[in-house]
């Protein structure tokens, strides 16, 4: 009894593994991710974000615009912006291993460009979820995604203690958004 149990825990786990496991795409002309700088401080790191989710993001919005978006376009869009924020996140892994960056830091600018990429994803991804077509390879990414960007908040807090308290004052106008795309881990996080 208690082995079936086991079994069936194990089994839950494997299936939620296999239907967010992703397949990476060739990427077509023009929807690569920007190239990044090596980082040399945690400000350069958001910097990089930032590019890389200006090159990306417009091409999700205009999918989204113009109706044509499905899991097809979508799905390869969503991976590279996983990509962006779990590079983003190694980077930051990698300055809290050494202990920090070594240089000061604006803690009220910095939230300022952590809100800002934050508030243009979950615009950007509620106007996805509110075609109400269905995306199913999308939903498990975004799911991924949503992991991720959770990740690289605890990592910048790990660093810049009281940074997620000024990134949540800016995102309070967003809040609601977050609550309807499903995003409970990162209100979580932020404590809204």
Same mark, same amino acid.
């Given at each position: 009894?208690?082995?079936?149990?086991?079994?069936?825990?194990?089994?839950?786990?494997?299936?939620?593994?296999?239907?967010?496991? +992703? %397949?990476?795409?060739?990427?077509?002309?023009?929807?690569?991710?920007?190239?990044?700088?090596?980082a040399?401080?945690?400000?350069?790191?958001f910097? %990089?974000?930032?590019a890389?989710?200006?090159?990306?993001?417009?091409?999700?919005?205009?999918?989204?615009?113009?109706?044509?978006?499905?899991?097809?376009?979508?799905?390869?869009?969503i991976?590279?912006l996983?990509?962006?924020? @779990?590079?983003?996140?190694?980077?930051?892994?990698?300055?809290?291993?050494?202990?920090?960056?070594?240089?000061p830091?604006n803690?009220?600018?910095?939230?300022?460009?952590? +809100?800002?990429?934050?508030?243009?994803?979950?615009?950007?991804?509620?106007?996805?979820?509110?075609?109400?077509?269905?995306?199913p390879?999308?939903?498990?990414?975004?799911?991924?995604?949503?992991?991720?960007? %959770?990740?690289?908040?605890? @990592?910048?807090?790990?660093?810049? +203690?009281?940074?997620?308290?000024?990134? +949540?004052?800016?995102?309070v106008?967003?809040?609601?958004?977050?609550? @309807?795309?499903?995003?409970?881990?990162?209100?979580?996080?932020l404590?809204?």
């Amino acid at each position: 009894m208690f082995s079936s149990r086991i079994v069936s825990f194990f089994l839950v786990f494997l299936t939620l593994g296999l239907v967010t496991y +992703a %397949n990476p795409v060739a990427a077509a002309g023009g929807n690569e991710v920007a190239k990044r700088q090596q980082a040399d401080s945690i400000e350069a790191v958001f910097a %990089n974000l930032k590019a890389s989710t200006d090159s990306i993001l417009p091409q999700l919005d205009a999918l989204v615009d113009s109706g044509s978006a499905n899991d097809a376009n979508v799905a390869p869009l969503i991976t590279q912006l996983t990509d962006a924020f @779990s590079t983003a996140d190694a980077d930051l892994t990698a300055f809290n291993a050494k202990g920090g960056d070594g240089k000061p830091h604006n803690k009220d600018e910095l939230a300022k460009v952590i +809100a800002g990429i934050l508030i243009v994803l979950v615009k950007i991804i509620n106007k996805l979820l509110l075609l109400g077509i269905k995306l199913p390879i999308v939903g498990g990414l975004l799911l991924t995604l949503q992991i991720i960007v %959770n990740k690289l908040l605890l @990592s910048v807090e790990l660093l810049l +203690a009281g940074i997620l308290k000024l990134v +949540a004052i800016l995102l309070v106008d967003v809040a609601l958004l977050l609550k @309807s795309i499903s995003w409970g881990l990162v209100l979580a996080t932020l404590g809204l």
